[in-house]
């Protein structure tokens, strides 16, 4: 692969450091915006608010895919609720090299194992004790929570079931470009693609030059890294493992695939760059496909005023306890 393209960078957080994630996270954002993403990985002490109980699905989905163009390797990526759907013949996905073989093997349309999302679902309890971390409290704990409850509480977590091997989550960006936490419950692992959102305009045009109807906004295309490193896309790659977290910066596009059925789970957020930066105010101007996000989870975002991000930063991102920061040493 091109040398542009190197793993994301990989973090160890505390237990005071997960109580205050949106303190953390703002710590490294440098390190964040470069990469586009950042793992984070659990100490011990780290304690969460999991259910026991699980949730199980009554049938799997299934992902079509087909390949859209003769030149490149892309693929359109569409679901599918026919469960007779064949299948075709396809080779054990051990690896990142396995599973790309594997697409350009099987023609120009198949079908495989696909993602389910379950919106307002978690393994997360809701109300528990602050030592324990909740996937719930972070829109609120986020610069979001400048908007009024009746905005946050609109910002739920949602369940996602990879059946199977192969897997794919096309590639996509979050809901007016906010930041992105996603927690990985159980299963194999995830392979992430990340690209910063630095390059989302020069992606953009490469692939209206291979098909006027290419959308970054659509999340149904799967690209092959080679494209990236052929048209000199910079971006970047993770592996998650259960138990960790991969958190996605504020206009970051990202796609990737699972080595085997996994349950992860994942929900918005803000920082101030957000609104600094013109992400929450940014548009995709070549998209003319009309698409738009529920008008009941667009954020008006007059209501975060100069003085109102300040207070937030000097309240919630300066903490400290004992002199130490919640950065791992």
């Known amino acids: ?26 710590v490294h954002e440098r390190t964040l915006k470069e990469f586009g993403a ?9 304690a969460l608010a999991l259910k026991k109980r699980q949730i199980s699905l009554t049938c799997a ?15 359109f990526v569409q679901k599918r609720d026919d469960a007779n759907v064949y299948t075709g013949q396809r080779s054990p996905i051990k690896n990142e090299e396995t599973f790309w073989c594997s697409l350009s093997n099987l023609g120009q349309k198949f079908s495989t194992s696909g993602v389910s999302l379950l919106p307002n679902k978690s393994f997360f309890y809701e109300k528990q004790h602050g030592k324990y971390f909740s996937i719930h409290r972070i829109p609120r704990k986020s610069l979001l929570r400048l908007s009024g409850t009746k905005i946050t509480n609109q910002f739920v977590s949602s369940l996602t079931r990879a059946h199977g091997p192969g897997a794919i989550f096309p590639l996509s960006s979050v809901q ?39 959308c970054l906004e659509h999340g149904e295309l799967m690209i092959n890294p080679v494209v ?39 929900i918005p957020f803000a920082l101030p760059s957000w609104i600094e930066e013109g992400h929450a105010t940014a548009r995709n101007l070549a998209c ?12 008006d975002v007059s209501v975060f005023r100069h003085e109102l991000i300040q207070k937030y930063i000097d309240t919630h991102l300066n903490i400290v306890k004992d002199g130490k920061t919640s950065i791992t040493q």
Not at 38 to 46: A, E
Not at 179 to 208: D, M, N, S
Not at 288 to 299: H, V
């Open 228 to 266: 990236f490193d052929k048209y000199h896309i910079r971006y970047h790659r993770i592996i998650q493992y259960p138990n960790e977290f991969v958190i996605l910066s504020a206009g970051a596009l990202s796609q990737s695939f699972t080595l085997d059925a996994s349950w992860s789970e994942s």
């Open 61 to 75: 989905s299934i992902q079509q895919i087909t390949k859209v163009s003769d030149d490149e390797p892309i693929y």
């Open 1 to 26: 692969m091109s040398s542009i393209s190197i793993d994301a960078s990989t973090l160890q957080i505390n237990s005071f450091g997960l109580q205050n994630l949106m303190n953390f996270i703002f």
């Open 176 to 214: 007016q470009r906010l930041f992105l936490l996603v927690y990985h419950h159980q299963g194999g692992p995830r392979h992430w693609y990340i690209i910063p959102a630095c390059e989302r305009e020069t992606l953009q045009k490469i692939l209206q030059r291979q098909n006027s109807t290419y």
């Open 38 to 46: 950042i793992k984070i990985q659990l100490s011990s002490d780290c």
């Open 288 to 299: 003319q496909c009309n698409i738009n996000f529920p008008l009941s989870k667009t954020i």
